[in-house]
């Protein structure tokens, strides 16, 4: 007979999934903080391509099914505990209105500020049965992704993760996912299918790191078609989001069940537990090395993803430093004051 799941056990995986979606964030978000060079070199040209086929619209879409769930999360345990899960909810979601706000003005394409008006639109929907909701989101899902525009997928998707905390999925994935691997094959099929409709679809040269339209003017033809290749490409890529978001969360799951590659996985958990302060880290390293180091000067994909790459390790190791001796993160910890309206003690106890 199976025993209850702890909710310290759910919230390890949760921090595992969060630490794994922020690993794939900056490679994307550092095209709205820095200016990028158009691919000169081969190494450039499939560093974009990869972006496009591998991340943009994958990490996104599993950080917004995340709070979706620990939108969930949150309001259960203040209920379980006898707390007044709606005011703590409202505090909460004002103190994240507030923290993405300061960071719009930095990372004009942030989506903290946009998580936090759409917790407040779907709060009601808490109350609604669960099946309610898994077909909204799933409809949704399917409707914005077919019609390509990504920040519309946002509400749906985490919409889906509120749905998947109704439906206990974390106690179930703690507990032996049944079917795991069937899950794990049908979303590795599907995304090979997407991924290969990209490469299809994607124009022979390199494109550019920003997609616009011209209006009023006339691009040359080589240019107007590659650009018109650029947006289809993008809009596979939103569309077959889902889909690879799923095969990737089923890997790090079925990773995860064996002994050697779980004790590799276990970094990520402290870097998932600082998912704020780290996401906005990302923002604050980022900006700090293009305006210090960089001079703010156009830079090629080979260059920024070595940054990228370079900070998510240092944020990782900070972490899992950091959490030797602190229960929360900076941030986290002025979230949870700011939504218990209370100095909350932020050293770990020791024994």
Known sequence: MNQPVSTQQRIVLLDLFRGFALLGLPFVNVLGLWSMLKPENDLDFWIQRGL???????????????????????????????????????LRILMLLVIGYIHQQYQSGETLFIYGIVGLIILPLYWA????NLVLAVLGCVVTAALGIKILTLPFLILLGLAAGQYRLLEKIQNGLPH????????????????????????????????????????????????DAAFLLQHIGVATGPVVSIFYLSTLLLLNRRHGYAQLLHPLQAFGRMALTNYIGQTVILLGVYQLVLKEGAVSYTISSIVCLGAVIVQIIVSNLWMRWFEYGPLEWIWRCGTYLSFIPIRRKTS
């Open 52 to 90: 496009y086929f591998l991340v943009e619209a994958r990490f996104y879409d599993i950080f917004s099914f995340l709070f979706g769930l620990g939108f969930y999360l949150f309001m259960s345990r203040a209920a379980a505990k006898g707390k007044p899960k709606l005011l703590l909810y409202l």
């Open 129 to 132: 049965p669960r099946t309610v």
């Open 180 to 227: 795991l691997r069937i899950i794990w094959l049908t979303a590795l099929i599907a995304s090979m299918a997407g991924i290969g409709i990209m490469w299809w679809i994607a124009p022979p040269d390199a494109m550019s790191p920003y997609l616009f339209e011209v209006v009023g003017a006339t691009l040359p033809v080589a240019e107007q078609t590659n650009m």
